[in-house]
């Protein structure tokens, strides 16, 4: 007995030596290297693949767009795998801790650096990609002669293609190909290192490149999945080089593989779209794409085989039919955005390449509703939509207020017939509609379409192109407005939506008013008659400066020589004395120089030389040079300018007015003197007091043009009440209180944040609602230290806040998650809840101002757009 626990007090005592990391000895080296890779390494690692697994399971490819090599999930997706992401980081922290032996600059612990690295991989996974690549680079340098670095360098490059800075990532993967090229790659770094490079050349753009790596990976990866996923984007690569009979032969490589039905399905419509016009006839494609069309396995895929039927119809010359096609692909779609987005912009392209620009905006118009901001060339499309909605709203104020002349100009009698038979028409179509809506609802489908049956019909209120235009006439007639609760008040219009209550104080609208707003009711078309000689005029000037707009667009955004020219002449016919005269003349001798019209051109350059001698334009004609010297000139106006305003901050008014005048005295340049005579008027006020800042404000607004009017206009607007003049020129404060967008400082990405909850106090447990985001902390950003707080932000409200956030996007993250978290969301139900960011420098303005509407504003415009 006593032999027996002598033994086992011997080996607790060895074991307890063997712990130890302080000595270098053989036993102890064997134990740390045995206990980290089968205790916390094991567990850590376990956490990571089956996270990464459980992300690939819910991962929804985008077939509209080349697949991904690597199936991450979506940004909602992560959110479920960060409690794994973070066990795996918290074990591998438990390795380093307690198990690295590191003598004389070198680790004896083999799992040390596989730890740094498992960190930089969970890290990745979560998307925290700046933790993931300072770990990562971290592992590299502290590890610079293992080969486990070079699987770090490719991580590392993963985390550059992840943050789209594409430029940084190709010297880590030479790194690491290099390595390759000698053999002395780690086996999965072996398997990983021609996807990451096939994923770097296809983000690229470099699709030919991305061949060789994919077929290089597909030799390396024998697994099922990754192999289906390698060919079906090589599949997707070759079509997109327009090598077709490549890509076909994958496709149909991939359906022997019997792959899940999804990819079946996309291989089968893809391999379809490969068909060659000129080599063969596309019947037996077309009844294969028909059959699947009555697969009910394929009701949610209608829109993506009638977009397949379109391409082939295309490629067949049938226009018409393909047309048709993609106007079903968008009845059918469902569920699916980037399909749906892609065939609205299929529309709007077409016609934009036929000129049609009014049905093209409708498309486009469309399609902006539904476009996801990750869709490629989103800013393009953007960028085009708003110069086809520009031209088509000039198009539609000149038809409108041509319509609304006309009837202007007949007979009572002769007018009321028209508007008789304008409110037939519009009951007729009021009908359709809703037989049409109650053919959709038993059908259970919806469709967004453009109406552009009567697009040529020459009277605007019954021109079906109005339809999409609705929110271009919106701002045509109400300006381009911010929200705001109850805004047309400004206009002392009242409105009636039928919800008030009896005894309230609301004015009601009498008979009269009523009937304006009622398209059966002649007044409703009356009321924008133009009867009187006022009228008239108010009418003409937005159709002289619709003309002027229209011929701008047509020449500077879209190019349309002769289209600009006809709207510039016309409208120089139709007002011989307008103000836009000038720049009319110049942009015809721009526009006849480039159709290379030069009698016309040196027409118009006559016209201006003649008529405005010391003009921009006419010195800019006469002198070659004059571009360069008005740009060096502008240089030194800059520097200039930036003493200026230090002065200005520094509270030195008497010599920013100085140093204003001097500048106004020897610059030309326009915007430059614009903001030399705002920076005046500003330093005026602060010297003289309000009214002298009112009359210098009003000389700025009425001499600039831009930013300078822009600026001047909103601080004019407010100068009726206790104005403070503003200690920076960018701010406007107004009764003490700054207007929303210069209250509040915008944040850079690196600023510390807080997130905020605020809650009614009627109902609300406060401590239960606590207690839910402390465990919701405690399970998706436990290694971060949150701390929650709260306090009174009025005898109504709560104010919960999180803190901190190093940086604004962990605060968005951080707010995304929580809108995602249904136990959140049920504590916070019938609370009246308002959550947000907000940086810790405007943190206290939004306590002191205690003003949520006037933030949510701001927060809307500067985190929630970007």
């Known amino acids: 007995m006593r032999k027996s626990h002598l033994l086992i007090l011997t080996l607790l005592l060895i074991a307890a030596s063997a712990c130890s990391t302080k000595k270098n000895t053989a036993t102890r080296r064997a134990y740390h290297n045995l206990t980290s890779h089968f205790n916390a390494y094991f567990n850590g690692n376990e956490a990571l693949k089956e996270g990464t697994a459980n992300l690939a399971n819910v991962h929804q490819d985008n077939y509209t767009q080349i697949i991904s090599i690597f199936p991450e999930g979506s940004q909602n997706d992560v959110q479920a795998i960060v409690p794994l992401m973070d066990r795996s980081i918290e074990k591998a922290y438990k390795v380093i801790a307690r198990h690295s032996m590191e003598f004389k600059g070198e680790e004896n612990v083999k799992w040390i650096d596989d730890s740094y690295i498992?960190?930089?991989?969970?890290?990745?996974?979560?998307?925290?990609?700046e933790?993931?690549?300072?770990?990562?680079?971290?592992?590299?340098?502290?590890?610079?002669?293992?080969?486990?670095?070079?699987?770090?360098y490719l991580w590392m490059?993963?985390?550059?293609?992840?943050?789209?800075?594409?430029?940084?990532?190709?010297?880590?993967?030479?790194?690491?190909?290099?390595?390759?090229?000698?053999?002395t790659l780690l086996k999965e770094t072996n398997k990983m290192l021609p996807m990451v490079q096939a994923d770097y050349q296809i983000k690229s753009g470099n699709l030919e490149a991305s061949i060789d790596y994919l077929k290089k990976a597909l030799q390396l990866n024998k697994g099922k999945k990754t192999q289906v996923r390698l060919m079906f984007v090589l599949a997707q690569v070759y079509q997109r080089l327009d090598r077709n009979a490549e890509a076909l032969a994958m496709y149909q490589k991939i359906l022997k593989k019997n792959p899940k039905y999804e990819i079946a399905f996309h291989a089968r419509i893809f391999a379809a779209q490969c068909y060659d016009a000129n080599s063969g006839s596309s019947t037996a494609i077309v009844k294969e794409l028909e059959k699947m069309l009555k697969d009910s396995k394929n009701d949610d895929y209608r829109d993506e085989i009638y977009f397949a039927l379109a391409n082939i119809a295309f490629k067949d010359k049938k226009e018409k039919e393909g047309i048709d096609y993609l106007i079903l692909s968008a009845k059918y779609s469902t569920k699916n955005?980037?399909?749906?987005?892609?065939?609205?912009?299929?529309?709007?392209?077409?016609?934009?390449?036929?000129?049609?620009?009014?049905?093209?905006?409708?498309?486009?118009?469309?399609c902006m509703t539904v476009l996801p901001k990750d869709y490629p060339n989103y800013e393009n499309i953007k960028n085009r939509h708003e110069v086809l909605s520009g031209l088509v709203l000039n198009l539609t104020t000149i038809e409108l207020e041509d319509s609304l002349q006309r009837l202007a100009k007949m007979s009572e009698v002769d007018r009321n017939a028209v508007i008789d038979n304008l409110i037939q028409q519009y009951i007729q179509e009021e009908e359709r509609k809703k037989r049409e809506e109650r053919e959709r609802m038993a059908a259970a489908q919806n469709s967004n379409l453009p109406n552009i049956a009567n697009a040529n019909s020459n009277w605007y209120f019954y021109n079906a192109q109005t339809v999409a235009m609705g929110k271009s006439e919106f701002i045509k007639k109400w300006g381009d407005r911010e929200l705001a609760p109850l805004w047309r008040l400004e206009n002392k219009q009242i409105m009636d939506f039928g919800f008030t209550d009896a005894g309230s104080d609301t004015i009601p609208m009498d008979d009269s008013a009523k009937a304006a707003t009622?398209?059966?009711?002649?007044?409703?078309?009356?009321?924008?008659?133009?009867?009187?000689?006022?009228?008239?005029?108010?009418?003409?000037?937005?159709?002289?400066?619709?003309?002027f707009e229209l011929g701008r667009i047509y020449k500077t955004e879209l190019q349309e020589f002769n289209d600009h020219i006809k709207a510039h002449e016309t409208l120089l016919q139709r007002f011989d004395t307008t103000s836009y005269k000038l720049e009319a003349w110049y942009m015809l001798y721009s526009s006849n120089k480039s159709i290379q019209n030069e009698a016309r051109a040196q027409y118009y350059k006559n016209l201006i030389i003649s008529g405005f001698p010391d003009s921009e334009f006419a010195k800019i004609i006469s002198d070659p040079d004059y571009w360069s010297k008005v740009a060096a000139q502008k240089d030194v106006g800059e520097s200039y300018y930036e003493d200026t305003y230090q002065f200005y901050l520094n509270g030195s008014y008497n010599k920013v007015i100085t140093r204003a005048d001097s500048a106004l005295t020897n610059f030309k340049e326009l915007s430059l003197r614009g903001r030399f005579d705002f920076l005046k008027a500003l330093s005026i006020g602060k010297m003289y007091g309000n009214d002298s800042l009112k009359t210098r404000m009003t000389y700025v607004s009425n001499h600039y043009s831009g930013d300078v009017k822009v600026r001047a206009d909103e601080l004019l607007a407010f100068l009726g009440g206790d104005v403070q003049i503003p200690t920076d020129s960018s701010d406007t404060q107004v009764n003490n209180t700054v207007v929303p967008k210069d209250l509040y400082k915008i944040a850079a990405n690196d600023d510390i944040h807080l997130y905020v909850c605020l809650i009614d106090i009627r109902g609300a447990n406060i401590n239960k609602i606590k207690a839910a985001f402390s465990d919701f902390n405690r399970t998706y950003f436990g290694s971060d230290n949150l701390t929650v707080s709260n306090l009174y932000l009025t005898d109504s409200r709560i104010m919960l806040s999180v803190s901190n956030f190093k940086k604004k996007t962990d605060g968005m993250t951080y707010l995304r998650f929580?809108?995602?978290?249904?136990?959140?969301?049920?504590?916070?139900?019938?609370?009246?809840?308002?959550t947000f960011i907000i940086s810790t420098d405007n943190y206290p303005i939004f306590y002191k101002s205690k003003d949520e509407t006037k933030y949510m504003e701001f927060f809307n415009r500067y985190y929630l757009s970007e």
């Open 337 to 366: 955005v980037y399909q749906k987005s892609s065939t609205y912009l299929k529309l709007g392209e077409l016609f934009f390449d036929k000129r049609d620009y009014k049905t093209s905006q409708g498309y486009y118009d469309t």
């Open 118 to 129: 498992m960190i930089g991989k969970a890290s990745f996974m979560k998307r925290d990609y």
């Open 818 to 834: 929580t809108q995602n978290d249904r136990g959140l969301m049920d504590a916070m139900t019938d609370k009246n809840a308002t």
């Open 157 to 183: 490059a993963r985390t550059m293609i992840a943050r789209n800075k594409l430029s940084k990532t190709s010297s880590y993967l030479a790194l690491v190909e290099s390595a390759q090229n000698e053999g």
């Open 518 to 547: 009622n398209p059966r009711d002649r007044s409703f078309y009356l009321k924008d008659v133009p009867l009187t000689p006022e009228r008239i005029t108010a009418s003409n000037r937005k159709i002289e400066k619709a003309y």
């Open 131 to 152: 933790k993931a690549f300072s770990t990562l680079d971290y592992a590299t340098k502290k590890y610079s002669k293992n080969p486990e670095r070079f699987e770090a």
